[in-house]
């Protein structure tokens, strides 16, 4: 038995003619109405029960809907993300405009993974002793991220993940590292710390305690697994021009540095 109402089948005729163009968001859109065309086929040609036929129109109902609704609100989403950046970029452009040519440089990476990149701030040249400085925007205003950078104006990081390695070299002990993780109000969260100390005897420590150098090089490999790391180096970064800082609103991505793997 199969069962049509006037009022579905017309319905459904409509939908099979209609010939949706719209230029935002097209594909989504365009895929949704490929589905209906399916349900418009089989309510047509296949027998079927009153019930499921009567489900079914609530169904394609349901998905227009959703499409609809995904179209209207999605292009106002797209445009808020895009004017919050704006405003970072701005935030960041004023940062820059107050620092000196001869000492600083910059660029922008992508700590997090949503569309606002991080401001970088290095030393003109490598300096042991200085750190890179790294910037986010959030509440509306510009904060630095404690810890972010390394010796030698430095930064490495895990591209997307919000992670860091601060490292440095420290004369007289040794190398040490130590991991952070920032949230979206730019705190950051210890997650472990790695030390390998020379002088006055090698030794090997996680987070303080001392371990054996095969479980320290175990724990370290686990830990760049998980956030794999990349390093900017000063050399690679942008100097600090009045072109460069009036472009950097409308040509950011040319800003934009990734590193080399760490």
């Not at 090089?217 to 800082?245: A, D, G, R």
Request: overall charge positive; aromatic content about 14%.
């Amino acid at each position: 038995m199969c069962f049509h109402s006037t009022a579905s089948t017309n319905f459904l005729q409509v939908l099979s003619t209609m010939n949706f163009s719209l230029n935002i968001l097209y594909s989504p859109l365009t895929l949704c109405l490929k589905k209906t065309s399916v349900l418009n086929y089989i309510s047509y040609n296949t027998p079927i029960h009153p019930i499921i036929f009567y489900l079914s129109q609530h169904i394609l109902v349901a998905t227009l809907t959703l499409c609809m609704l995904f179209t209207l609100f999605a292009p106002a989403a797209n445009v808020n993300a895009a004017s919050k950046r704006t405003k970072a970029l701005t935030a960041y452009q004023k940062k820059l405009k107050k620092l000196d040519s001869k000492i600083y440089k910059f660029a922008l990476v992508y700590l997090d993974k949503d569309s606002i990149p991080e401001l970088l701030i290095t030393p003109d040249f490598s300096v042991h002793a200085v750190a890179g400085e790294v910037y986010t925007y959030t509440g509306g205003k510009l904060k630095q991220l404690k810890y972010a950078g390394s010796d030698y104006g430095r930064l490495i990081y895990s591209k997307k993940k919000s992670v860091v390695s601060n490292s440095a070299w420290i004369n007289g002990y040794g190398a040490v590292s130590t991991f952070y993780r920032f949230n979206k109000k730019g705190k950051g969260t210890k997650l472990k710390k790695f030390e390998e100390a020379y002088l006055p005897k090698t030794l090997y420590k996680i987070n303080g305690k001392k371990v054996s150098k095969k479980k320290f090089n175990s724990e370290y490999k686990k830990m760049v697994k998980k956030y794999p790391l990349k390093e900017i180096w000063p050399s690679v970064t942008f100097n600090l021009t009045t072109n460069n800082i009036n472009n950097l609103v409308k040509n950011y991505k040319s800003f934009i540095i990734t590193g080399k793997k760490f």
